[in-house]
């Protein structure tokens, strides 16, 4: 016969047994949580970075940077390797150059400093004089967070270059960065995209249609006068194809013939 005090200890004790499993349960629990709190961590680093990669970038590199993440030029594309060297300095950082562009959907003209930006008008007066850009496709249109249109890629998709690559110039010339890290790209600027790394340019330029804030870690070396600017607004008014906000101009863009006329 089971006396009120033994059955008192199985009651106790059986209490003490249900006690320790839920606790043991709640560690579980709590690790299981922990593990999966930690994996989310890496997949969201992870995705963070790939979206941080998706700037103004030059084969962008994904502007950049753009023109390389949708909202830092930073306009995905690879870094360009450099197999062959910057063209030696041909032009007059005194005078003043314009880069021309032929397109299927009007003249885009802007003016270059070549006082400020001597390597990038230097490049760009190289290339455009032994034909790089003739019948290349401006591959990137973005109609959220910035407004730009990206072009200068010979492959068309943001991950070409033309082997080299060129420093960075004039970051300072749109004022100092505010609390979020960014300066105002007025509309009419032109500006080189990169990878995202420093002195990572190569031959991809964005043209801004809408002031943009972004980080002031992209040369700006050119200005569109006003015809050439509403020729990029009308692109852009026709949007991105498939309806989104990043990616290629539903109204194709194709530079027919690139010259940066004799100073």
Known sequence: MVTSDQRRRQLAREKFERQQQRRAQSRKKKQRYTIVAAVLAVVLAAGAAAYASIGLSDGDTKA????????????APSPSESASPEPAMSIDKKAKYSMELATNQGAVKFAM?????????????ALAD??????TKCHRLTTEGIFVLQCGDPKGDGTGGPGYTIPDENLTALGKAGADGTVTYPA????????GQPHSGGSQFFLVYKDSKLPPSY??????DAASLKAVQAVAKDGVAGGAKDGAP???????????PKA
Do not use: C, L, R, W
């Open 64 to 75: 950049d940077g753009s023109a390389g993440d949708s909202q830092s030029p930073s306009a």
């Open 219 to 224: 040369t700006p070396f050119g200005t569109m």
């Open 130 to 135: 032994k034909g790089y850009f003739n019948g």
């Open 250 to 260: 539903k109204k194709a863009v194709t530079i027919e013939k690139a010259v940066v």
């Open 188 to 195: 009419g600027t032109v500006a080189m995209a990169n990878t």
């Open 113 to 125: 400093d070549a006082a400020k930006t001597p390597h990038t008008v230097n490049s760009f007066k």
